[in-house]
């Protein structure tokens, strides 16, 4: 459950809140989101099978996370598969996100 991005999906309050169904949960991290991120999240968008799933998305991840917007495009599964890696997109969310970086780096093939 490697996100595109080497964020892991499993840990993720929004995934964990879709698996195990929980309307508490989703009220409580739309309202963590809602007030760190300063954006109009209610418990409603609180929905998430994983980045890399055929399910549905947080509104984010789906349609705004440009990283996930260029593995997708370039038919990557993660960034881990790319050339450019890491380019300087992903740097701004690995400088903040080192367990990212050890997922992405564990899955990259030498070349």
């Known amino acids: 459950m490697i996100g595109c991005c080497g964020l892991d999906c499993d840990k993720c309050d929004a995934f964990i809140a879709t698996a195990r169904d929980d309307d508490g949960m989703r009220a409580t991290v739309a309202k963590k989101w809602a007030e760190t991120y300063g954006a ?10 994983g980045c890399r799933s055929n399910g549905v998305k947080f509104s984010y991840c789906e349609h705004m996370c440009e990283i996930r917007k260029c593995a997708t495009a370039k038919g990557h599964g993660t960034c881990a598969e790319c050339a450019d890696y890491a380019c300087d997109t992903l740097e701004g969310l690995l400088q903040h996100a080192p367990h990212a970086r050890a997922n992405l780096d564990s899955l990259r093939r030498p070349r």
């Open 40 to 49: 109009p999240i209610v418990a409603g968008d609180i929905n998430c099978t």
